[in-house]
């Protein structure tokens, strides 16, 4: 079955740029969503298609997909966006969640 | 506006079965796929399976962890999917979401962009 790695946390300093990686065989290959769930709250997608964000996601959240590697970049990190960042793609009929990055902003 | 509503999510025990709903509004229902997704306490999101629009035949997919012990089926004419769940295991424990997959008739661009809030599903001896 096909696998995602992500870390599972990484530190950005507020106002800083966070960048959340996403592996996995041939990824670019793929349609990567990206979904943030924050505290005790339900997962919001913020990323679709690899490159797309939905009506109401702000500007400071880009994707990008190649080769092996999906890559979710936060500009100008604020603290509501520390938060879990899980990445998704559809493999074989079924669709695969990465584990999951903890982004803290110091 | 969009709205799914998880409801059916209690103690059960192992062995046991149960049957989740998901009741939507604010959406045309039979033109969308419909996905369950779980988080055990703690843990990360988990795929359960989905079950494509009646345009594709109500077709379903599953993910290994539930393959078999789990269906998925939808009733259009009331908006309702459902995720009914059998030989229940301890390791099922988790909270329950139902998502939209959109865009209408996705394939391999499907993406879950409204979800329920959740129903916690606690599976017990």
């Known amino acids: 079955s096909y696998e995602l790695n992500q870390r599972l946390s990484v530190s950005v300093a507020l106002g800083q740029t966070a960048r959340i990686t996403c592996g996995g065989n041939?990824?670019?290959?793929?349609?990567v969503n990206w979904y943030q769930q924050r505290p005790g709250q339900v997962p919001v997608l913020v990323i679709y298609?690899?490159?797309s964000r939905p009506s109401g996601i702000p500007e400071r959240f880009s994707g990008f997909n190649s080769e092996n590697t999906a890559t979710l970049t936060i500009s100008r990190a604020q603290a509501g966006d520390e938060a879990d960042y899980y990445c998704?793609?559809?493999?074989?009929?079924?669709?695969?969640f990465g584990g999951g990055t903890k982004l803290t902003v110091l | 506006e969009v709205q799914l509503v998880e409801s059916g999510g209690d103690l059960v025990q192992p062995g046991r079965s149960l049957r989740l709903s998901c009741t939507t509004s604010?959406?045309?229902?039979?033109?969308?796929?419909i996905s369950w997704v779980r988080q055990a306490p703690g843990k990360g999101l988990e795929w359960v399976g989905f079950?494509?629009?009646?345009?594709?035949?109500?077709?379903?997919e599953y993910g290994a962890s539930v393959k078999g012990r789990f269906t998925i089926s939808r009733d259009d004419s009331k908006s309702i999917a459902y995720l009914q769940m059998n030989s229940l295991k301890t390791e099922d424990t988790a909270v329950y979401y139902c998502?939209?997959?959109?865009?209408?008739?996705?394939?391999?661009?499907?993406?879950?962009?409204?979800w329920g809030q959740g129903t916690l599903v606690n599976v017990s001896s």
């Open positions: 998502t939209r997959e959109a865009p209408v008739y996705c394939g391999a661009d499907c993406r879950n962009d409204y």
């Open positions: 604010g959406l045309t229902f039979g033109d969308y796929a």
């Open positions: 079950i494509r629009s009646e345009a594709y035949g109500e077709t379903t």
């Open positions: 041939n990824i670019g290959s793929k349609n």
């Open positions: 298609s690899d490159t």
């Open positions: 998704q793609v559809w493999d074989s009929r079924s669709a695969v």
